[in-house]
C-alpha cells in the first residue's frame, strides 16, 4: 500500500483556503493509496475558541470533500476536523474513500476549553483492516491502549497538532520516537506520526499561556516507522511516503504506562498545573459552547 503523509502549514486559515491547500499537495503525488493529514487539518490547529467558527456540522462537509477528493485520486483519505454535532463541538478524524466515510474516531482527551471530552472509541474499520486512530495527547495516554489492545489492526496513525518549543527538537523528536516505537513493536504494524508546522494561535488556559510565553510552535518532525516497506522518494517538501504490505497484527507485547501515560513525564506539572486547567477549561466550555 503506498501511504503519503502531508505535513500542512497550520498558518493557512480558512476552510476554502485549506481544502485548496490541501489538493494542491495531493494532486502533486504519485499514485497514493492512503493519504493521512494532520489533526484539525481542515480548519488548522488553534487553541481558542475562535476555531468554533470552522465547526462542521454533522461532520457532513468534511465527508464530502475526503469522499469527493478520494475519488478523484483514487485513494483513501484520512483527515482531522472540527466536528459539531447539536451544542457540542469534538476534535474528530475520519477515514473515507469515493464511496462511503468507513468512521469518525473523536480525541477523548481533547482540548477542554474547546472539545467535549468522554470515553470515545479509536477503531475505524476499513477494507485493508483496522486502523486504531489515536489523536495528539490521545496517543500516549492509557485510555487508546486499552482501547485496542484486544483489537487485531493493520495500522496505527497518530495524528497531531502538537506545539513544542523549537528550541529543543531533540527532545520532542526523542518523545516521539519513543511511543511510536513502542507501539510499532508492540502491535508489528507500521505507525504513521504527521504534525503541521508552524506559528502557534493564541491558546487558552494556564497550559497554553506557558506554552506562549516559551516560545513554542508547531515544528513538524512527522514519520513513518515500519519495520518493512520502501520508502517512496518525493521533491514534495511536506510529503513523506513509504510503500509497505499491511497485515493485521494482534498484539504482540504489552506496553508500560506511568499512571495513565505512556510517558514518565513531570509529575508536578501534570498534577499541580494541568490537572486544575483542564477542570477550568471543562467550565468554560460548558458555559460558552450552547453560545456558538
Not at 451544542?87 to 476549553?113: C, H, M, P, Q
Not at 489515536?134 to 500516549?140: H, W
Not at 526523542?174 to 505507525?191: E, I, Q, R
Request: hydrophobic content about 35%; charged content about 25%; glycine content about 8%.
Amino acid at each position: 500500500m503506498r501511504i503519503f503523509s502531508l505535513e500542512l502549514n497550520n498558518e493557512i486559515k480558512g476552510i476554502g483556503n485549506r481544502k485548496r491547500y490541501m489538493e494542491a499537495l495531493i494532486a502533486k503525488l504519485t499514485r497514493p493509496d492512503l493519504i493521512v493529514l494532520p489533526e484539525l487539518a481542515m480548519c488548522s490547529y488553534m487553541g481558542s475558541s475562535e476555531i468554533w467558527q470552522y465547526a462542521d456540522a454533522d461532520s457532513l462537509d468534511t465527508s464530502s470533500w475526503a469522499m469527493e477528493t478520494a475519488g478523484k485520486y483514487n485513494t483513501f483519505i484520512a483527515v482531522g476536523y472540527l466536528e459539531k454535532q447539536d451544542t457540542d463541538f469534538y476534535n474528530s478524524y475520519l477515514l473515507a474513500d469515493k464511496d462511503k466515510v468507513y468512521g469518525i474516531v473523536r480525541k477523548s482527551e481533547g482540548e477542554s476549553y474547546l472539545f467535549k471530552r468522554g470515553d470515545f472509541d479509536h477503531i475505524i474499520s476499513a477494507p485493508f483492516g483496522k486502523v486504531a486512530v489515536g489523536i495528539c495527547y490521545d496517543a500516549r495516554r492509557k485510555h487508546f491502549y486499552n482501547n485496542i489492545k484486544d483489537q487485531a489492526v493493520s495500522l496505527i496513525l497518530f495524528p497531531h497538532g502538537s506545539p513544542s518549543d523549537p528550541e529543543k527538537s531533540e527532545n520532542e523528536i526523542k518523545t516521539n520516537d519513543f511511543f511510536c516505537k513502542a507501539y510499532m513493536d508492540a502491535f508489528g504494524v507500521p505507525v504513521i506520526y504527521v504534525n503541521s508546522i508552524g506559528k502557534m494561535d493564541f491558546m487558552l488556559g494556564k497550559t497554553g499561556e506557558m506554552m506562549m510565553n516559551a516560545g513554542f510552535r508547531l515544528n513538524g518532525h512527522s514519520k513513518i516507522y515500519s519495520k518493512t516497506g520502501a520508502t517512496i522518494e518525493t521533491d514534495i517538501p511536506e510529503a513523506l511516503g513509504m510503500d509497505i504490505v499491511l497485515k493485521q497484527n494482534a498484539l504482540q507485547q504489552k506496553l508500560r504506562f506511568f499512571g495513565n501515560d505512556i510517558n514518565r513525564g513531570n509529575f508536578w506539572f501534570r498534577n499541580l498545573i494541568l490537572k486544575p486547567d483542564i477542570k477550568a477549561g471543562c467550565r468554560y466550555y460548558h458555559n460558552n459552547r450552547q453560545h456558538r
